[in-house]
């Protein structure tokens, strides 16, 4: 009710006016051609000794009718965006936007059909990341309340055994919780690196200690070397940041290391860049995963297993690596090698470099 006849008469496609680039032009058109259509009836009306009182009304009215033909489908998109903007309020980002005009609506159509296809995909993106991150904090939440309960039961004792695996539950739990903190730092864009010059012998050596610790208490006998070149090497990073690089890269290479195996860590100085090697002999990582894996809560197979069991980490320890590592303006990539994973960051040697590279 209350659509003017054109409206509903005229076919869909109908815009006559859509070659035309800009919407001062089309009004001009639209202008001209009622007022035309309205002369040139007006004209008719006093040929035809029809009086003014019925000449007037018919060149109104064929105005108005030429003003609907001719601007017929030109606020379509507008409607279109209104109807869009309304679902899109309420979670749904179906609602297409027919866009042919190639004016200023028919831009703003454009724009808005990518913020729309940008939403759809951020709010995929949010609802994906809180499956994962509850899936993820269920798991030892579950474990750490059934051997509570077992211990309040009287179903168990609470001996050091059990005490260990709540302790490893509850560690997972504070990595997990640390790590989606950094991921929504990440999102905020609020880190703030505090560079200092360091040696990249003995900040390798460092990260060296702390990993053979996480080998050990994993139980996993691996051997680290560690060769810089030239031995006085420095660079000026944020040293806790890179200390995250480095865990999560050999954390990693430990987990998939054979029994005995070695983890290499060398680095090199390619002109403004240090450019930094882990390198360990486990299964390696397949050229068409060498992307993905960086993508938060992507998890790959562990070594020899054909079926999806996951590595029993969560998957965002590479996310976390490369965001810190691109805050210092530098890359973190898998580079080609002929046995295991090789991850290379390249880096620039000073706060300078840092600047023209970013
Ligand atoms: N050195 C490596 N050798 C073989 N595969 C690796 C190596 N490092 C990472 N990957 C693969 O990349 C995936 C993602 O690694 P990432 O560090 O992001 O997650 P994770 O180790 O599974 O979990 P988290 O680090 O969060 O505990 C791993 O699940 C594994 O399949
Ligand atoms: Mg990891």
């Known amino acids: 009710m209350g659509k003017p006849a054109t409206r509903r008469s005229l076919p869909e496609g109908f815009r006559p006016l859509d070659s035309f680039g800009s919407i001062k032009i089309k009004i001009g058109l639209l202008v001209t051609g009622a007022v035309v259509a309205a002369v040139g009836m007006t004209w008719i009306g006093l040929k035809n000794e029809m009086g003014p009182t019925r000449t007037l009304p018919l060149a109104v009215v064929t105005g108005l009718v030429v003003t609907q033909i001719l601007a017929h489908g030109m606020t379509r998109p507008l409607r279109q965006m209104t109807e869009a903007a309304r679902a899109m309020a309420k979670g749904d980002y179906s609602t297409k936007v027919s866009i042919s005009s190639g004016d200023e609506v028919g831009e703003l159509a454009r724009a808005f059909t990518l913020m729309a296809q940008d939403l759809a995909q951020a709010d995929a993106l949010r609802r994906e990341m809180i499956a994962n991150v509850s899936h993820e904090l269920r798991t030892p939440v579950a474990a750490l309340q059934a051997e509570l309960e077992n211990m309040v039961d009287g179903v168990t004792e609470p001996d050091s055994q059990t005490l260990d695996l709540l302790l490893t539950q509850t560690r997972r739990l504070t ?183 970013s």
């Open 175 to 357: 990595r997990l919780v640390t790590d989606i903190l950094d991921l929504s730092r990440l999102d905020a864009d609020v880190v703030e690196l505090r560079p200092v010059e360091v040696e990249v012998e003995g900040f390798l050596d460092d990260a060296v200690a702390a990993a053979r610790l996480v080998a050990s208490s994993a139980g996993k006998h691996v051997a680290f070397v560690v060769d810089v070149v030239p031995r006085t090497l420095r660079m000026t990073v944020d040293v806790e940041r890179l200390h995250q690089v480095a865990a999560n890269l050999l954390s990693n290479a430990i987990r998939h290391s054979p029994d005995a195996g070695i983890i290499t860590i060398t680095a090199v100085s390619t002109g403004k860049w240090v450019q930094l090697d882990f390198k360990d002999q486990g299964p390696g990582i397949a050229p068409e995963d060498r992307e993905r894996i960086f993508e938060r809560f992507e998890r790959g197979k562990m070594a020899g297993s054909s079926s999806a069991a996951s590595s029993g980490g969560t998957g965002l320890g590479l996310a976390i690596a490369r965001w810190a590592v691109r805050l210092h303006a530098g890359s973190l990539v898998v580079a080609d090698s002929e046995t295991g994973a090789d991850f290379r960051v390249r880096l620039p040697r000073s706060p300078t470099a840092r600047k023209a590279a």
